[in-house]
């Protein structure tokens, strides 16, 4: 924030308190990041093409070239997608995530593989310097299962592999709250 807008951008970096950054997601991946350090926010908005083309440590970069954040300060907040349970992609596309990590893919020799664009985005921050307790899966209190499935669960999200054309939006957004500590000559 704060610069002139690229023609497209799935990401966004500030330091500015009290200024909401939000990012979309209707099976797409809503990526929150946070440094309480340098108190620099983030946010992507994360499908299966932006996963491969690095969105997330795009967003992680930034925060650290433009305002200073060390990569071991930086959380990452996963929201809602699409799972692997109802994710395919044609062959050339899911041996690019493969690629990544072969547990990033399930039956590869399909003509339609599964795919983890979760798993996938987590690997490529771990991989990227985030530290693996610095990055969170969004998930639902009391609820044993940790994979919160967009296309599955229709009572709870938008999902346009569910639904098709005619789908909603989950939104996932981040601010920094403006500091009310008051030291003794503010007295």
Known sequence: MGKPA??????????????????????????????????VIGVAHAGWR?????????????MVSEFGSRTADIVC??????????????????REFHAIHPDCVRHKDSP?????????????????????????DIRLPNKTDSMLCTSCQPE????????GINFGTQIGFVWIKESHDMNKSDH
């Open 6 to 39: 690229p023609d497209s951008y799935d990401g966004l970096v500030t330091n500015q308190v009290g200024v909401v950054i939000a990012a979309p997601g209707a099976d797409c991946m809503p990526l929150l990041f946070t440094d309480p350090v340098a108190k």
């Open 50 to 62: 932006g996963t491969l083309m690095g969105i997330a440590m795009a967003t992680v970069k930034a």
């Open 77 to 94: 907040v996963i929201g809602p997608s699409v799972g692997p349970c109802c994710f395919t992609l044609e062959q050339d596309s899911a």
């Open 112 to 136: 339609s593989p599964y795919v983890d664009i979760r798993l996938t985005t987590r690997i490529l921050l771990e991989r990227g310097g985030i530290k693996p307790e610095h990055i969170q």
């Open 156 to 163: 709870l999200f938008f999902s346009h592999v569910r639904d």
